[in-house]
């Protein structure tokens, strides 16, 4: 990824959906000016989502996703077809491709049903426009030839109005501060650290200080109490990686407001409440309570791995009991929650909004307390009601 690019996580995710020779590869690369999906008459041609990162106006930076026909048959289509629904899970918008003036199948009024519960805006492309008496278009429907390339502007149109009602006004950090404030980041760099490189909260927090006009301070936990006393003014905020939150909530005074990137993030993704509600829930584990570790992206394990190995350790400390942990990464996460009596996320930094509220509804609904690293972290070191009283106060 180019140290300019926009990370997956903060693009647009535009899934096309749609029944076996609809026209959604054609489709997509008709949107996209591209050959992203492979073209052919025969049904099923688009075996797996094909995912195509890229700019696109007037939308900006998006994910475009193109599935598996929701029809596809056999074993292996019943695979296919679960990994589409799957898919859902990661969409800010959904479009369906269907036939101009065919009614609806029954799986394409599936999706649409699916859509709906999921809450998901969609529109609808209604493709092969061009063998048919033209219709007006509306605000979700819209009518295109992938033949002959018309009606893409229009439905590029449709799916930004569609997006625009939901759009996320919510910053990392500039909500917290003024022009010309200090912030301090406390970003150790251990042996789990990306080489060269900073981890992507820790970036997005930079970028949203000095757009606000504020002034960033980097330092490792080390040069902290130096920093502090170094700085011509008190900081308005100082941000800490929550492994070492409990050596920097020793440094920074109580009239400094102290929080951690992980629930910055939490906040950032719309999940900061379940998040704490759910840490709360620790106190009430009981002997060989199941405990689910999910980390979003997939990455080589130290030996003190935060998720495998140190937070099992913490909790354990924390509540004396013996649990029984779980753990999954990547797009591993389980489809049954039932079983467990507390899942703990990871920041959910690699993953886009949609995904990470996912995966927190689905906690929810199965009766599942849902929370995440850092705010388990807080819970647990005593700290969590001064760590989020920047964001409620």
């Not at 930079?206 to 003014?233: N, P």
Request: proline content about 3%; aromatic content about 6%; charged content about 25%.
């Amino acid at each position: 990824m180019s140290l300019n690019s926009t990370p997956s996580s903060e693009r647009i995710h535009i899934g096309f959906f749609g029944v076996r020779n609809a026209g959604k590869s054609s489709v997509v690369n008709r949107i996209t000016n591209q050959d992203v999906s492979i073209v052919s008459d025969v049904k099923g041609t688009t075996t797996d989502a094909v995912k195509k990162t890229m700019e696109l106006l007037p939308l900006g930076a998006v994910v475009i996703i193109d599935t598996a026909g929701i029809d596809d048959e056999g074993t292996l289509g019943e695979m296919r077809v679960k990994s589409t629904k799957r898919i859902l899970s990661s969409c800010d918008i959904a479009v369906l491709v269907t036939e101009s003036r065919k009614e609806y199948q029954p799986c394409e009024n599936e999706l649409i049903s699916l859509f709906e519960e999921k809450k998901i805006p969609y529109v609808i492309a209604h493709n092969k426009s061009d063998l048919y008496s033209y219709f007006d278009n509306t605000e979700r429907d819209v009518f295109v030839s992938a033949k002959d390339n018309t009606g893409f502007e229009e439905l590029k149109g449709a799916i930004a109005t569609a997006l625009g009602k939901t759009k996320k006004e919510i910053r990392l950090v500039a909500d917290f501060i003024e022009k010309n404030d200090f912030v301090v980041l406390v970003t150790p760099i251990d042996a789990s650290a990306p080489k060269g490189r900073m981890i992507l909260p820790q970036q997005q927090a930079i970028r949203d200080i000095i757009d606000s006009s504020a002034i960033s301070v980097v330092t490792q936990v080390d040069e902290l109490e130096t920093v502090l006393d170094g700085l011509a003014k008190k900081p308005a905020l100082v941000v800490t990686d929550s492994q070492v939150f409990t050596r920097v909530m020793k440094l920074v005074p109580d009239d400094i407001p102290l929080t951690s990137f992980s629930i910055l993030m939490a906040r950032y993704k719309g999940f900061l409440d379940t998040a704490v509600k759910g840490a709360r829930v620790i106190e009430s584990l009981g002997e060989n309570a199941k405990v689910l570790i999910s980390e979003g992206c997939t990455h080589h394990r130290q030996c003190e791995d935060i998720g495998t190995v140190k937070l099992p350790k913490w909790l354990e400390s924390y509540t004396k009991k013996h649990l029984n942990f779980e753990f999954t990464s990547g797009h591993g996460y389980p489809d049954n929650l039932s079983a467990y009596d507390l899942v703990i996320h990871c920041g959910a930094c690699m993953l886009n909004d949609a995904e990470i509220k996912s995966r927190m509804e689905q906690a929810v609904s199965s009766n599942v307390p849902f929370t995440n690293y850092g705010t388990v972290i807080a819970y647990i070191n005593g700290i969590l009601d001064r760590s989020i009283d920047v964001i409620y106060k």
